[in-house]
């Protein structure tokens, strides 16, 4: 990953987290976790099938052929695995993160999860760092359609 990318996650991190856990009064729901959970398995799914989408296409042979201007000691290709497992990882630990939030939290009459208020702060950020790296992603993805499109004229 770009340091720039991992710059901005770490201090988007840091925002929500500080803004959830000082300024924010969160009650999260066992039907709010369950949706987080869908969520983050549902981002996983995108992550893999993106993956054998880009396994055999164009685009990732133009990515192998091209070196990262930004990180000269590797490949364009070698930048996307780091994000595609970077992602992949963050979200794999973001679901076990909550469903051990969940497992080792109260549940109250009103049907609303005693969780401290860290742990809730941290869930937010979880969640809102997952939106982040499906957005970097995302923009790949575009990129790889417009050149899936192009003619092969304007590939050379």
């Not at 840091?14 to 398995?41: D, K, P, R, V």
């Not at 880009?54 to 133009?62: A, F, H, M, R």
């Not at 051990?100 to 809730?120: G, M, P, W």
Request: charged letters at 15%.
């Amino acid at each position: 990953m770009y340091n720039n990318h991992k710059s901005i996650l770490f201090i988007i991190g840091l925002l929500i987290f500080g803004t959830t856990y000082f300024l924010a009064e969160i009650n999260i729901s066992e039907s709010m976790i369950q949706n987080f959970i869908t969520f983050l398995s549902i981002t996983f799914g995108f992550y893999m099938t993106s993956l054998s989408v880009l396994y055999n296409s164009k685009y990732i042979k133009k990515l192998y052929d091209e070196i990262d201007s930004k990180k000269p000691t590797q490949r364009k290709i070698h930048t996307l695995k780091s994000y595609f497992k970077n992602s992949a990882y963050w979200t794999l630990f973001s679901i076990a993160f909550i469903m051990t939030c969940s497992l080792f939290s109260s549940i109250n009459q009103n049907n609303i999860l005693d969780l401290y208020t860290f742990f809730e702060a941290l869930i937010i950020m979880i969640i809102s760092l997952n939106f982040i790296f499906m957005f970097l992603l995302f923009r790949i993805f575009l990129d790889g359609l417009i050149y899936e499109a192009m003619p092969n004229k304007e590939k050379s």
